[in-house]
């Protein structure tokens, strides 16, 4: 059956220098003919793939802008199929009256991330490359870009077929030992398999390890900056986003409500909340503050609590302390440019990391980036090793490493080799699923689902 020919505005929609809109399937060229016309007179379809022309976008017979027509023929083309990509000016008016010429010409309009689908069912991407596509959009900082190009160029496509190779070739020796027992085929040892199947089970542990620093360099750490009023929360809230977003005064309690903000700090992604200063309070309003300050507490996966370095220790401080001395924190002693009164050996005691800072003139911004990526695991994180980008990766590896362990406790019962490959069959399919070598519809457009029209 043939495929329709698919045309969406691949670009960011709004005013810019340039907009282009993406043709693919086996008419775009023709297609593409019909819109554009080349200075020189020389059609699309003449051009050999890489090539392009400068020429004018036509609809119902009146030029409607310049543009350029890069042509790319298959199956040398990103999704694998006849490509031709329009460029012209950017613009919401004028790009999509170019979109509609073509659509007028007989595209149909692309579905979200039907491109990079399309080049996923042609073999141009494995489906962890795809999925990192996406991740390289969505980008937002250089480690999660680094991260998402390195599984784009096959990272963890690398490590997977490593590791389902040899899985099927002990299947395969398996299998040829029991069926051909005339042949001269080295003999299947228990203990042999038992080898095998333990280095891949510390293969899928290493990768599997690997989920929850690709889940913070993805999605960043839900971060709630803590303290007693007045200590320089906002004030630190505002350096780490580089803009006023909190409201800083003299005035304890200023903050009564969530002041949320995402932010990067190092290499590291925060979604950060200001929250109302916790202490005893007999002010109603400002009792629900404290009360949602400290629910954020329980729920969130850092806290940076902040203490007035310029003041002793109190009754508030100490209980700051004690409620999350158990938990991912880090020890901000603000107002480092004044004199320092507060009992630092103290909060050392309770914390292991500390930071002195002065949130005011940003003295100690770099000390604390560095702490913050120490915490998340990203400081000598190396984005080529290739990692576990999100639940179905992470899903499909613990089935398959399960299956291999109940491979490996069939060989611990003494069941036959049958049953042990049965299990073992079951590990490669999942990797296959994975990977995207078998893997069902639904599969696919959930991958695909949330991309955006043009990719």
């Not at 031709?84 to 595209?107: N, P, Q």
């Not at 051909?180 to 040892?189: F, N, Q, R």
């Not at 709630?224 to 809230?237: C, D, F, Q, R």
């Not at 089935?399 to 080799?417: H, P, Q, V």
Request: aromatic share 4%; charged share 30%; with cysteine.
């Amino acid at each position: 059956m043939k495929a329709t020919t698919i045309a969406a505005i691949s670009t960011a929609q709004g005013q810019g220098g340039i907009g282009v809109i993406r043709i693919s399937g086996e008419d775009a060229i023709t297609i593409a003919d019909k819109v554009f016309k080349g200075v020189s007179n020389k059609k699309l379809c003449e051009l050999k793939g890489y090539q392009g022309a400068f020429g004018n976008i036509i609809k119902d017979g009146e030029v409607i802008d310049e543009a350029v027509a890069m042509v790319y023929r298959s199956p040398k083309s990103y999704t694998g199929e006849d490509v031709v990509e329009l460029s012209c000016h950017g613009g919401m008016f004028i790009t999509k009256e170019v979109l509609r010429a073509v659509f007028d010409s007989g595209a149909k309009p692309a579905l979200a991330g039907e491109f990079t689908k399309r080049a996923f069912l042609n073999g141009k991407l494995d489906l962890t490359e795809a999925e990192a596509v996406i991740d390289i959009i969505s980008a937002k900082s250089k480690t999660a870009a680094r991260t998402a190009l390195c599984a784009k160029n096959g990272a963890l496509w690398k490590k997977i077929t490593a590791i389902k190779n040899r899985l099927i070739t002990t299947a395969a020796h398996l299998s040829a030992w029991a069926d051909y027992p005339e042949e001269d085929i080295a003999e299947v040892t228990e203990e042999g398999l038992r080898e095998d199947f333990e280095s891949c089970l510390k293969d899928f542990d290493k990768l599997l390890s690997t989920y929850d620093a690709g889940q913070t360099i993805k999605e960043g750490i839900d971060t709630v900056i803590a303290g007693k009023p007045n200590t320089g929360k906002s004030t630190l809230m505002n350096l780490l986003s580089g803009q006023d977003k909190s409201i800083v005064t003299e005035i304890p309690g200023t903050t009564r409500d969530i002041i949320e903000e995402t932010v990067v700090v190092g290499d590291v992604i925060l979604r950060l909340s200001d929250t109302a200063g916790i202490h005893e309070t007999g002010d109603k309003v400002e009792k629900i503050g404290v009360d949602i300050a400290k629910e954020r507490l329980t729920n969130c996966g850092l806290v940076l609590a902040v203490f007035d370095g310029s003041k002793s220790l109190d009754e508030d401080d100490i209980s700051l302390i004690e409620s999350i001395k158990d938990m991912p924190v880090i020890g901000i002693i603000n107002k480092s440019d004044l004199e320092r009164k507060i009992d630092t050996e103290y909060i050392k005691n309770k914390i292991s990391n500390i930071v002195e800072i002065s949130a005011k003139s940003g003295d100690g911004y770099n000390e604390l980036a560095e702490i913050i990526e120490k915490i998340a695991g990203t400081k000598d994180f190396n984005p080529s090793d290739g990692i576990i980008a999100n639940e179905r990766q992470r899903n499909a590896l613990v089935r398959a490493k399960t299956s291999l362990i109940e491979a490996m406790e069939a060989l611990s019962l003494g069941m036959t080799f049958d049953a042990v490959t049965v299990s073992l069959e079951e590990a490669i399919e999942n990797l296959l699923e994975l990977t995207g070598e078998r893997v069902s519809e639904v599969v696919v457009d959930n991958v695909f689902h949330n991309f955006c029209v043009g990719k």
